[in-house]
């Protein structure tokens, strides 16, 4: 089993930063991707930005410019500094990442989430 424990929500105000830390623990063989999602109320959850192993990092329109994801590949944690929040930005924020639990079994997980809440 591999856990994925995330920290670093709250609340902030529009224009504001937020750092979120993703660390993943457990069974790891190797770690491929790690990313982050989100979903806000009423919302189906929606990728913000990924990062591969090899420091390869795709983002969502919506946050190109403002958030950077980021990972140490030693400490197996991925992270996601966000700068110039918006309202919309409000959501729960879910740390993803897929490796190898052994070199012939895969794994996926997902975190327990942490809230982002942007507002005046």
């Known amino acids: 089993q591999v856990q994925l424990v995330e920290s670093g929500g709250g609340l902030v105000q529009p224009g504001g930063s937020l750092r979120l830390s993703c660390a993943a623990s457990g069974s790891i063989f190797s770690i491929n991707g790690m990313g982050w999602y989100r979903q806000a109320p009423g919302k189906q959850r929606e990728l913000v930005a990924t990062v591969t192993s090899g420091g390869t990092t795709t983002y969502a329109d919506s946050v190109k410019g403002r958030f950077t994801i980021s990972r140490n590949n030693g400490k197996n944690t991925v992270y996601l500094q966000m700068n110039g929040l918006k309202p919309e930005d409000t959501a729960v924020y879910y740390c993803?990442?897929?490796?190898?639990?052994?070199?012939?079994?895969?794994?996926?997980?997902w975190g327990q989430g942490t809230q982002v809440t942007v507002s005046s």
């Open positions: 993803n990442a897929d490796g190898l639990v052994t070199p012939f079994r895969v794994f996926g997980s």
